[in-house]
């Protein structure tokens, strides 16, 4: 992914204090790296659709300069971050879904994405994200998301499609039922 800058961030947002940020200039992304204990736990790539060349914190904002030159200036959209709480707190509401963000995000899929979005998952049909990489599994399978079907992926991601890039995380059933619980909130 080409990084070039990394930054952690102090009085930007209480949800990002003590994060770390990545800037990339392969994937065209900024990363945010959610630190725990002196651990990543997860990253999530935020696309930004041009080459992220350093990163500064100016008060709370975020500065991006860019390859073409421009700057970027990247700020909390608070009234958004109210009405979305599941982004807002993942870690904290939903401790289930913690393997899961590790690939996997929540809202729009863009290119830089390591796999689909989980939003609205249940009832949707399979394969029908706007991601890219579907496995030819996948992409042949018919239905939608159910709580069944999700179960039947977590438990045997190859059985259940061929080919998947899914790994088999070997969950115990009460991991999958608190997956799916967390999935349909």
């Not at 651990?39 to 696309?47: A, K, T």
């Not at 899929?109 to 998952?121: E, Q, Y």
């Not at 999700?150 to 790994?167: E, N, R």
Request: with cysteine; proline share 4%.
């Amino acid at each position: 992914m080409a990084i070039s800058s990394i930054i952690q961030v102090h009085d930007f947002h209480e949800a990002w204090d003590g994060d770390l940020f990545a800037g990339s200039l392969k994937a065209q992304s900024l990363y945010r790296l959610k630190l725990v204990e002196d651990r990543i736990i997860f990253s999530e790539p935020i696309w930004i659709g041009h080459r992220v060349r350093d990163i500064a914190q100016i008060g709370d904002r975020l500065v991006l300069m860019t390859d073409d030159p421009s700057l970027i200036f990247i700020d909390i959209d608070s009234k958004g971050l109210q009405g979305d709480s599941r982004m807002n707190s993942l870690v904290e509401l939903e401790p289930s879904l913690r393997t899961c963000v590790t690939c996997h995000h929540f809202g729009p899929t863009n290119p830089t994405h390591m796999a689909p979005s989980l939003s609205n998952i249940l009832q949707r049909d399979v394969a029908s994200d706007n991601f890219d990489k579907y496995s030819a599994g996948l992409k042949s399978h018919t239905g939608k998301w159910t709580e069944t079907t999700i179960a039947s992926f977590l438990k045997d991601p190859v059985a259940f499609a061929a080919g998947t890039g899914m790994p088999n995380l070997k969950l115990s059933e009460k991991e999958i039922q608190d997956i799916v619980h967390a999935l349909q909130n």
